[in-house]
Each structure stands twice: as structure tokens, then as C-alpha cells.
């Protein structure tokens, strides 16, 4: 998905302070993808509390959206660099076509993971049987030693397991017993939990990782702590076990991210994942240009997205905030 902001903000990212703080919680914005009845997406990372889960450097929440109403989502070829994109559908399907030459479906309980590295251009299209638009778009930022590498896509459905009163879907890293196949260039955790009313869950995870619970349906605590639904629950790194409890009525649903603190500073800015002005500069440039960085995408019925002008000042590089302390 693109980020079609029209002023986006220069976002210098890295782990987030956090020294004495047991569980964070991030409230979104919204943000509209675009057009007079655009769908509005609600936006967790980046943010200037925490831009940054591990190398989960955004993360877009959208949904239950009545295609009839906004007319779904219709985001025409725009560019990435230095990072792969995690499509993640609860509900509809959407169409994905990329410079890589790939034409696929995005359906529910499929993740499609894209990788930008060196530069890459692809659509996103809702098909027209789907009613009801419902999921989360999430990038992943490629450290210094793969952030050109060359495009690729990935695709894994992941077989649902049981746990007591929860239902998991693995689709990145490993999760009660379970291990996605799918390739990334850090270690990273990327599941789907649906939590029964009542239900209190303790799954094993890696004390290296920070991670994150975005909370799609109901009211889920994260060590005791309220998160609400579109909002973020972050916790730092040094736990061998997550908390986590549903205290309603109803089935909840979360999406658990997590991974290593990433450790390396980088520059977003629009689409593109960067380390510095200057190359933010260039990818914008060659992108305007229909440079052979990103190739074209084939079968979309319009023009490509242009890209926004550039803030007045130069983007400069913020210091990294310290981690939390052990």
C-alpha cells in the first residue's frame, strides 16, 4: 500500500526509549487513501512516541470498510525502496500487480510479503466481488546489508493452531510451534491471534525481540493493560512470555508483531525506505523519471502515482533514543 499523503512527514526511525515503561499504548491516526470517498486507514507506526517494532516500520489498520460507500481500495503503481511490504486481509481480496511481473490475489488468512530492496512499483486494486474491506498493511524495513536486494514476492498460507481459548495463524518467524517459511533479512514475528471471551494466553516468545499487539476486534490487556481496537500495545524486550487476556463477551482478534530491535537509522519518507537526503532525493528523482530502478507495472487502467514535492528543508537524520533498559 502507499502511503498517499500529500506532505508526508520525513520519519527518522528507530527503537523507541522505553527504560522503566511495561506497556505502551499507541493510538492511531487516520489517515485517507486518496479521492473524494476515500478509505480511511488507521496508522500506528511510524509515530513519534515509537516508529519502529523490531524492523515493523508501518503498520496501517483498515476496516470493516463498505466497499458500496468509499469504493474500496484503488491505489495505482507507486514505488518502494529498501523494504517489504506484509499484506494482511481479514476480509474482501485485493488485487496486486508488480514490476516483478507478478499478478496476484491478496485473500484472507494469505500473507503476501513483496520486497522492494533496490526499487520496485506495484498496484493495489479491491476486486469487484468484495463487499466488505478489512485488514492491515505492514512494512518491514531491510537492514544496510540487503536494502538492495533484488525484488522478489512471497506467498504462504499458514495452517491455523489450536492453542487454549485462541486460535493462531503464523505468518512470519516462529509461534507456538509453528514456523513460517517465509524469508526475511532480520528476525521478526508476524501472527494473527483470535482470542476466545475469557480467554488468558501465555505464548512463549523470543526475550530479544520487542514486540507489539495491534488489536483489530473486541478489547484485549496486555500484561493487564487495556488496548483498545486500532490501538498498539508495545512491550519491550526481556520477556520469555507474553500476557495477554480477553475480558469481553466477544471473540477478539490481534495482530502480534515483534523482532530485534533493529539498530540502524533510517530515513522514510513517502514510499521510500532511506538512509539519507540525499538518496531520498534520487529515488524521487528517478521515480519521476520512469527510471529503470523500478520498472513498470503491467494491466493497471491509469496513470502511475506522482510523487509528492519535497519538504522545503533538507532531511536531516535524529539521533536514536535509547533502548529500554533490561
Excluded: K
Aim: with cysteine; hydrophobic share 40%; charged share 20%.
Amino acid at each position: 500500500m502507499s502511503n498517499t499523503e500529500t506532505g508526508p512527514a520525513e520519519v527518522r526511525c528507530a527503537a523507541g526509549p522505553g527504560a522503566g515503561v511495561v506497556v505502551e499504548v499507541l493510538v492511531p491516526r487516520a489517515v485517507p487513501l486518496g479521492g473524494p470517498r476515500a478509505m480511511t486507514v488507521r496508522r500506528t507506526l511510524p509515530q513519534r512516541g515509537r516508529s519502529m517494532v523490531g524492523a515493523w516500520c508501518f503498520a496501517d489498520h483498515y476496516g470493516p470498510d463498505d466497499v458500496s460507500a468509499t469504493g474500496g481500495m484503488d491505489v495505482a503503481p507507486h514505488p518502494h525502496t529498501g523494504l517489504q511490504t506484509a499484506s494482511w486481509l481479514f476480509s474482501g481480496e485485493i488485487e496486486h500487480r508488480d514490476s516483478l511481473g507478478v499478478h496476484a490475489v491478496v485473500r484472507p488468512g494469505e500473507l503476501n510479503l513483496m520486497t522492494g530492496g533496490r526499487g520496485i512499483c506495484h498496484s493495489e486494486v479491491s476486486l469487484p466481488g468484495t463487499t466488505v474491506l478489512h485488514g492491515v498493511q505492514l512494512w518491514i524495513a531491510l537492514p544496510d546489508a540487503h536494502r538492495d536486494a533484488p525484488r522478489d514476492f512471497q506467498h504462504h498460507r499458514p495452517e491455523p493452531v489450536e492453542l487454549p481459548g485462541a486460535t493462531a495463524r503464523v505468518f512470519l518467524g516462529s509461534l507456538a510451534g509453528r514456523t513460517s517459511p517465509v524469508r526475511t533479512f532480520t528476525p521478526l514475528l508476524g501472527a494473527e491471534l483470535v482470542l476466545a471471551p475469557g480467554a488468558v494466553l501465555a505464548p512463549a516468545v523470543d526475550p530479544a525481540h520487542e514486540h507489539a499487539v495491534l488489536v483489530d476486534q473486541g478489547e484485549v490487556e496486555l500484561s493487564g493493560v487495556r488496548v483498545a481496537r486500532a490501538e498498539l500495545g508495545y512491550a519491550a524486550p526481556g520477556r520469555e512470555v507474553l500476557h495477554l487476556a480477553n475480558p469481553g463477551r466477544s471473540a477478539a482478534r490481534v495482530v502480534l508483531l515483534g523482532g530485534e530491535p533493529f539498530g540502524e537509522e533510517i530515513v522514510m519518507w513517502w514510499n521510500f525506505v532511506a538512509r539519507d537526503h540525499d538518496e531520498v532525493v534520487r529515488f524521487r528523482d528517478e521515480w519521476q523519471a520512469a527510471a529503470d530502478r523500478f520498472g513498470q507495472v503491467t494491466g493497471y487502467p491509469g496513470d502511475r502515482l506522482p510523487a509528492p514535492p519535497l519538504p522545503m528543508g533538507r532531511l536531516r537524520p535524529r539521533g536514536n533514543p535509547p533502548l529500554p533498559a533490561d
